[in-house]
């Protein structure tokens, strides 16, 4: 997706956010994220986009000397998170996406962070209908690309405990383009190549659904799983989410 596309999914998921988190109630639980409430995850993605648009605005070449906001008082959350997603908005709108600046990934720009922002927002948005009882699909073009993202990004860490996935895996979205294979290499880490080939797993489904299953939101019968159903398992067990 391009930089526009992924501002007008930012806008959009931005604020069917906060209005889910209204809807729920700051005192609901998230269920997606064990001990939260619905008022710290509106919290959260206010800071995520205030700490973000900061890096970005300042180029900042390190996370080091940020200044977190104070967080506000629960009934006011909802309009620090509209605000905080103004200024984001402003801010990323206004950047080319090669600016360089420090991000935590091996993508040190400003287009990483774009893209980031969006997937962040499109998944939480999901926590929040979840907890206000409502069950959102995240848009299927958006879906796709997340995924791509979340293989490009975050397959390589692994949860503590976590065992070796021992397979190759791949991933067929079936309602919008996007097909991936993840093959671990012998010293460590993953080949991801975006092609149809046959892994000894495959994960097929609706983009939405692949993403939160990668994402740990969904359980793996959402989707339907070929082959080795152990390696599959493993394959989305393994990555230690940020």
């Known amino acids: 997706m391009e930089k526009p596309d992924l501002l007008a999914a930012l806008a959009r998921d931005g604020e069917a956010f906060v209005a889910a988190c209204e809807a729920a109630g700051t005192t609901a639980a998230v269920g997606a994220c064990p001990g939260w409430s619905v008022a710290d995850l509106t919290w959260h993605l206010g800071e995520v986009l205030d700490f973000w648009s900061t890096i970005v605005g300042d ?26 997603l103004a200024h984001a908005l402003g801010v990323l709108s206004a950047a080319d996406p090669a600016q360089r600046n420090w ?3 091996a993508d040190h720009t400003a287009g990483f962070v774009i893209r980031r922002m969006a997937h962040e927002t499109a998944v939480h948005r999901w926590d929040a209908e979840q907890a206000a009882g409502r069950d959102a699909a995240i848009e299927a073009t958006l879906a796709s690309d997340g995924i791509d ?39 460590g880490g993953n080949d991801v190549t975006r092609e149809h080939a046959k892994g000894d797993a495959a994960i097929r489904g609706a983009a939405s659904d692949i993403l939160l299953a990668l994402w740990r939101r969904r359980p793996l019968s959402t989707v339907d799983i070929i082959g080795d159903a152990g390696v599959a398992t493993r394959f989305v067990a393994f990555p230690a989410l940020r």
């Open 149 to 187: 993202e979340f293989l490009t990004h975050f397959r390589d860490d692994a949860a503590e405990g976590a065992a070796p996935v021992e397979g190759s895996v791949h991933l067929h979205c079936t309602d919008v383009a996007g097909e991936w294979t993840v093959r671990p290499l012998p010293e």
């Open 59 to 84: 180029q900042r070449d390190t996370w080091e000397g940020y200044q977190a906001a104070s967080r506000p008082r629960d009934a006011e959350l909802p309009a620090f998170v509209r605000d905080r």
């Open 103 to 105: 991000t935590w990934a």
